[in-house]
């Protein structure tokens, strides 16, 4: 795959925080999330608009959510190129 001078080589490019943190709640759950990932968004009656607030507002959390989604990703063989 050939990229253009104005593609972007982040990985993250083109995913919103909605979709990432939607896909990692359906591959681990809220429990999964919330025992790889320590933060009370993901433990105490979480949502997808709840974390999303949190994690907009928290730089280090919102930083482990994407390490996390990049490294399950990355580990599924089943995941399209």
């Given amino acids: 795959m050939t990229h253009s001078p104005t593609s972007s ?28 990932i320590n933060i009370n968004c993901f433990k105490s009656d979480p949502s997808i608009k709840s ?9 280090w959390a919102r930083q482990k959510v994407e390490e996390l989604y990049l490294d399950t990703q990355h580990n599924n063989p089943w995941k399209q190129p």
């Fill in 51 to 59: 974390s999303l607030k949190f994690l907009r507002r928290t730089p």
């Fill in 9 to 36: 080589n982040d990985p993250l490019h083109g995913i919103t925080l909605e979709r990432l943190l939607t896909e990692l709640v359906d591959h681990y759950g809220w429990p999964g999330l919330a025992q790889r």
